[in-house]
């Protein structure tokens, strides 16, 4: 009897390893998405661009994760979401925004609208999409694959929940066929788990956001920024005419004393030029 249970875990074991392609997938358990008319499982993924004020980057980047995160019509998941704000040349800030959500197919065009909205001190058009991209992914081997070596192992501990049940097993035989009946629901279980998270993949889409402030193309454009950092021109200029001083007080004695000598020179060598053109300097000469 032992030998005739231990041929038989490995006869099933052998069986479910060599199991191939002909297990029947049925896409719709995996709530594939039918493309073109063929069944096949796609995973989506979105990234728009909106451009706006800088001072509305900060209310729509929180009004959107607040959204996300508290509005249970949605089905929104968020993955992630981040907030950079940084100093500028003259005192200025400027901000950038992402978040990366997961949501219905349906809900998508919707929450687009949603972040286009006006925040508080915007105008409608205020804030716009300047780019937009999707990309697909074939998920359908994955799902094929997950599938298949399910139907094996379930197949499998049926066969060894069937082989334990035997009248006249060894003890020691109920044991091994325990323990490897364990060992299979385990990897049952992870299948299971793999199982579900393609189907939120299919049946959810991936939406990026990025929240960038609108570039000043205009004709006046740069002379307002330029008059935005006039109060850090101003301090910067001051700043370099007083170090240009401080460091000039060394040089101040020198300075002066080159200026008398230079005066003292000058007035000397304009004496003697006098004197020499001098009418009766003249006279003495001809005489």
């Known amino acids: 009897m032992r030998r005739f249970v231990i041929a038989s875990v490995i006869f099933l074991t052998l069986a479910g390893c060599g199991r191939g392609g002909n297990a029947d997938y049925a896409p719709n358990d995996l ?6 008319g063929d069944n096949t499982a796609f995973s989506f993924s979105h990234w728009v661009s909106v451009e706006m004020g800088d001072a509305a980057i900060r209310p729509r980047f929180d009004r959107t994760k607040a959204r996300c995160l508290t ?3 949605l089905h929104c998941r968020l993955l992630d979401a981040s907030f950079r704000s940084w100093q500028r040349e003259g005192g200025t800030t400027s901000s950038t925004a ?3 959500l997961a949501l219905p197919h349906d809900q998508i065009a919707r929450f687009e609208d949603a972040i286009l909205r006006p925040v508080s001190g915007e105008n409608p058009g205020d804030a716009t999409v300047t780019s937009r991209s999707t990309r697909s992914e074939n998920v359908s081997d994955n799902a094929q694959d997950n ?3 399910l139907a094996q192992l379930a197949d499998y501990r049926d066969r060894l929940a069937a082989l334990t049940k035997r009248p006249g097993i060894a003890i020691d035989d109920v044991i091994k066929l325990d323990a490897e009946l364990s060992k299979t629901e385990g990897q ?3 299948l299971e788990a793999q199982k579900a998270a393609l189907e939120r993949q299919i049946g959810e889409e991936q939406l990026t956001i990025s929240l960038a402030a ?3 193309t205009s004709l006046f454009g740069p002379a307002r920024r330029v008059w935005g950092r006039s109060l850090g021109i101003l301090a910067d200029s001051v700043g370099n005419a007083l170090e240009f001083a401080i460091n000039l007080i060394p040089w101040l004695p020198l300075i002066v004393g080159a200026f008398f000598l230079f005066t003292w020179l000058w007035r000397v060598v304009r004496r003697r030029s006098a004197v020499a053109n001098s009418p009766r300097t003249k006279s003495d000469h001809g005489g």
């Open 31 to 36: 709530r594939a998405e039918v493309v073109a």
């Open 71 to 73: 509005d249970k019509a």
């Open 98 to 100: 992402s978040l990366t």
């Open 147 to 149: 599938a298949r070596k």
């Open 188 to 190: 049952i279980a992870d």
């Open 214 to 216: 609108r570039s000043d």
